[in-house]
């Protein structure tokens, strides 16, 4: 009879708690690690992450490292040989991060995590469905209905930045010695400027995000690939492959062309999923191919010839 009394909460995430194997209390919000089911009842999530959920945090952990590794790039110039350490600690930095913050979430010492299922966008802004059953008082049931999907991220970025500032500074000043005084330590202040950005990013557009990503990794993955190989003036085969660093990129690319399609695909259906990834070297073979017709020097003289 409790269960049933129980379903009279109002709003989506309003709930009562069990107590000594009974329900009681009035109706709130339900305590951390837990969602209220369709009985309007408190219970404890105890399932594991989806496969997608475990993309969506991998993509939210690759952002750092990736911007990190972008403005260590752009601030180390041709000259400066600590550029491949620099990416080393960063990568160092990312990844233990990310261990020490799985450790710390629930069930604490253990690499893993328990989870509340994702059901709809709303799951993500559960502050936007306060109900007022009598139009006067608000029944206040924020929570995280996505535990810990929300909070995981957030707490994953606090120790990038902790480790960040209690190792690359010391390293930049010893091994960046190609750099001036200034340039040496602006990767590390780009650092303290996407950080910010990347947790408003999370707190805000967590839940867009979250449905979005693939396609966000596939788009922008395909524009920087074209970019970079425009710039470096790569234009046929023989160019690829004259440098090391061409190749790396390359594929760095192709990895990420194919987490975007895995994490369209959710790999639901392995016998018709995994054939897409065929696709991952289709648009630089089709941009070596077609390059040499979009030359801008030979559009310019055959338009100058008439042609």
Known sequence: MA?????????????????????????????????????????????????????????????????HWFFIEWYSGKKSSSALFQHITALFECTAAAIVTLLLNDPVGQLSIRSCEVKMLSDWYTMLYNPSPDYVTTLHCTQEAVFPLYTIVLIYYAFCLVFMMLLRPLLVKKIACGLGKTDRFKSIYAALYFFPILTVLQAVGGGLLYYAFPYIILVLSLVTLAVYMSASEIQSFKNLVAKKKRLVVLFSHWLLHAYGIISISRLDKLGQDLPLLALVPGPALFYLLTARFTEPNRILSEGGNGH
């Open 3 to 67: 269960v049933a009394m129980s379903s009279t909460c109002p709003g989506l995430y309003c709930g009562r708690t069990i107590i000594n194997d009974s329900v009681e209390g009035q109706c709130g919000v339900c305590p951390r690690g837990q969602r209220t089911n369709y009985e309007k009842i408190c219970e404890e999530c105890s399932g594991s992450p989806e496969l997608y959920d475990w993309l969506y945090l991998g993509f939210m952990a690759m952002l750092p490292l990736v911007l």
